[in-house]
């Protein structure tokens, strides 16, 4: 049973017109994912401990290195070149730590802008 550990932190962005959005808690805990389980079932535990405001259906990963939004269907082990780097420190220093980001899924942000914005066109032309 390999694992994983490393720091997670949350993004609020459930309201996608907040432009003020930093990666919470500002001293992250650390999550250990096992690399064999598809990480759509070790969600709730990643939400649990970070208390997130997201609804839960609606969140997914991303690593904060890259900007990758991790596969949730798939194991870590199944996405072993998404992590390159991950672990590294290109400057050689002890600089800035890497870690698992959950925040809301993309296509949610999206719907959720089309919605205020269709919103907004209605009571503009009322």
Same mark, same amino acid.
């Not at 003020?20 to 919470?24: K, S």
């Not at 919103?119 to 503009?124: A, E, F, G, R």
């Given at each position: 049973m390999a694992t994983f550990v490393c720091r997670v932190q949350f993004l609020d962005?459930?309201?996608p017109f907040n432009s003020?959005?930093?990666?919470?808690p500002?001293?992250?805990?650390?999550?250990?994912?096992?690399? $064999?389980?598809?990480?759509i079932n070790q969600l709730a535990g990643i939400?649990?401990?970070l208390k997130t405001p997201h609804k839960l259906d609606? =969140?997914?990963l991303q690593l904060s290195h890259n900007g990758t939004y991790l596969d949730l269907e798939s194991s870590l082990a199944e996405q072993r070149d998404e992590l390159e780097g991950f672990l590294?420190? $290109?400057t050689g220093s002890r600089g800035k730590k890497h870690s698992v980001i959950l925040r809301t899924q993309l296509t949610v942000?999206?719907?959720? =802008?089309?919605?205020?914005c269709c919103?907004?066109?209605?009571?503009?032309r009322v």
């Open positions: 962005d459930t309201d003020t959005n930093f990666p919470e500002t001293r992250p805990p650390l999550y250990t994912f096992r690399e $064999d389980i598809p990480l939400h649990r401990l609606d =969140c997914t590294q420190d $290109d942000r999206v719907h959720a =802008c089309i919605g205020e919103v907004t066109c209605l009571c503009i």
